[in-house]
């Protein structure tokens, strides 16, 4: 099986503290981990980077916080797509770059856990990718503290979001694992 890395939204953006309290702050590092190994081995890798359409969002291209952060940061000759929507896949040539490829199998990481990351291992597994979650190299925030709060719903913790995702991920759309057991299954 080809298994490719797909990094997703690790941007400077999302340092902002317009989006609210983070878990995970080692997410980057993880993700970092898992690049460097891709790299090494030669497999498929992608990156992926939002531009969006909101104004005032601190991804989008007139915000100063698009780029993709240093420690992720594509090397020259990697490929980097951009998007617009929540899906990696969505108006992107991901899914078509991956089968040219020969890909059957894929690593997602990135920001944040139940926006962008959710609704690309969906994607991923709806369109057929044996799909692998690095749950601990992606983080969440607190409830859309960007966009406002729910009055309705109650308040929940960016770790409370993120554990409640990936464990809805997990068996139905993707295998949910650790950058170590990521590393070890691919060695």
């Not at 770790?159 to 997990?170: A, K, M, N, P, T």
Request: glycine fraction near 10%; hydrophobic fraction near 40%.
């Amino acid at each position: 099986m080809t298994r490719a890395l797909i990094l997703i939204d690790i941007q400077e953006g999302m340092d902002s503290p317009l989006w609210g309290a983070r878990n995970n702050p080692d997410a980057e590092n993880n993700a970092a981990r898992l690049l460097a190994a891709f790299r090494v081995s030669g497999a498929p890798l992608v990156h992926i980077q939002h531009f969006s359409t909101r104004s005032t969002s601190p991804l989008h291209p007139d915000q100063g916080g698009n780029a993709i952060k240093g420690i992720v940061a594509p090397r020259e000759g990697e490929t980097v797509f951009g998007k617009g929507t929540n899906s990696a896949f969505i108006g992107t040539p991901l899914e078509a770059h991956l089968r040219d490829l020969g890909v059957t199998g894929v690593v997602i990481a990135g920001l944040s856990t139940p926006q962008c990351i959710s609704t690309s291992v969906r994607m991923a597994a709806n369109l057929g990718f044996d799909t692998w979650l690095a749950h601990d190299a992606c983080a969440a925030f607190e409830t859309h503290a960007a966009y406002g709060w729910n009055p309705d719903a109650p308040r929940m913790t960016a770790q409370h979001i993120h554990d409640s995702e990936v464990s809805i991920l997990h068996g139905e759309f993707c295998q949910a694992m650790t950058t170590d057991a990521i590393l070890g299954a691919l060695a």
